[in-house]
Every structure is written in structure tokens, then in C-alpha cells.
T-cell receptor, first 112, second 110 residues
């Protein structure tokens, strides 16, 4: 198992550009989430999914879209990048309630 | 969703036990307590979790009070590599959301 794979690892965007951060897991986990972490801060939940076809907003959803067409993939879309979205983004997956979450290694995004 | 409160920082001498406290006074009966840590800017690493009973694994022990309003993570023999930010998290069962707080920066001193 590769676990949770995030691509790309690094990305620089210009203000107003759009892009998709990819997250894939090969563990057949039902639950997947996206977080952002700003310097010196804890992780904040952006969006999450409890299964294919089901997504919901987290703490800081504005400016981001998600979809969950398959169990394996949970892409995060930035619609129009802003400097305030400069952050490290983490994806996580959980098999079922009461089990541990697995995190990807993060995508470091800079918006200039 | 339940909230957690942790001290912002703690020190521990290498080789000694590190005891990290967490308050979760609004926890509900079906909510789990999880502990994760983050070293530098890596992805969070799972340590341990529990519902009602105390738990132990190869990394740590988790002590949950009888009323479940607080818990303590114990690293029995801290090493320099245990220096990290430790997060105590309470999840809501149906959605399995993990809402991170600000965590405790544990500094293990030689």
C-alpha cells in the first residue's frame, strides 16, 4: 500500500490562477479530509467526505471546492488563487469510525 | 463538536516520562480521544486513541479520566526525537471529523 499520496509536493501560483491538488489513497478508506496549515498554526479542516459522492464543509471552506467521485480520490480545487491561500495542505483518510487517520506528506502552495 | 484545551508548551528531560494533559470537558459519549504529533512540517503522525478505557501501545499510554472530561498522554521514556507538537483531538463519531486545536509543543531537553 502506498498510503495517502498527495501531488504535487510544491506549487507556485499567480493570483487568480486555478489549480487542483490531488489526493489518492489505496486503502479503501471511506473518510477523507483536506486541511490547511499556515505557519505556526494548527491544521484547519477545509472539506471532508464520509464516502463516495458525499462531501461537506469544514472550518475554512471558502475559495475551495471538492468532489468525491471514487473512494480512492479526493481532489481539492482552488477556484481563483489568492495570496491568503499560501499554506501547506494535507490530505487525510480514515477507514472507519474509531480507527486512525493517515496523512499525506503535504503540498506546499505559494500564491504570488 | 467537542473542543480541547492543551498547554501551549512543555519541557521534558531526555529519558524521563513526558505527561501531556488535555481537557475535553464537553465530550459526548460516542466521541473518541485521539493523539497525533507533528514533527517540523511533516504530516501528522498517529500516536494513540481511546473511547473510555486507558490504552497502551508501543509508543505511548493514554489515560482517560472516569468522567472522560480530560486525558493524559504519557511518553514513558522521552527522547530528543519526541520533540514535536502534540495534538489532542476529539472526533464526532458519525462524521469522523478531526478538528485540530493549537497543540502542545513538547521540547525534550538533553
Amino acid at each position: 500500500n502506498a498510503g495517502v499520496t498527495q501531488t504535487p509536493k510544491f506549487q507556485v501560483l499567480k493570483t487568480g490562477q486555478s489549480m487542483t491538488l490531488q489526493c489518492a489513497q489505496d486503502m479503501n478508506h471511506e473518510y477523507m479530509s483536506w486541511y490547511r496549515q499556515d505557519p505556526g498554526m494548527g491544521l484547519r479542516l477545509i472539506h471532508y467526505s464520509v464516502g463516495a459522492g458525499i462531501t461537506d464543509q469544514g472550518e475554512v471552506p471558502n475559495g475551495y471546492n471538492v468532489s468525491r467521485s471514487t473512494t480512492e480520490d479526493f481532489p481539492l480545487r482552488l477556484l481563483s488563487a489568492a495570496p491568503s491561500q499560501t499554506s501547506v495542505y494535507f490530505c487525510a483518510s480514515i477507514h472507519r469510525v474509531g480507527t486512525e487517520a493517515f496523512f499525506g506528506q503535504g503540498t506546499r502552495l505559494t500564491v504570488v | 463538536d467537542a473542543k480541547t484545551t492543551q498547554p501551549p508548551s512543555m519541557d521534558c528531560a531526555e529519558g524521563r516520562a513526558a505527561n501531556l494533559p488535555c481537557n475535553h470537558s464537553t465530550i459526548s459519549g460516542n466521541e473518541y480521544v485521539y493523539w497525533y504529533r507533528q514533527i517540523h512540517s511533516q504530516g501528522p503522525q498517529y500516536i494513540i486513541h481511546g473511547l473510555k478505557n486507558n490504552e497502551t501501545n508501543e509508543m505511548a499510554s493514554l489515560i482517560i479520566t472516569e468522567d472522560r472530561k480530560s486525558s493524559t498522554l504519557i511518553l514513558p521514556h522521552a527522547t530528543l526525537r519526541d520533540t514535536a507538537v502534540y495534538y489532542c483531538i476529539v472526533t464526532f463519531g458519525a462524521t469522523n471529523k478531526l478538528i485540530f486545536g493549537t497543540g502542545t509543543l513538547l521540547a525534550v531537553q538533553p
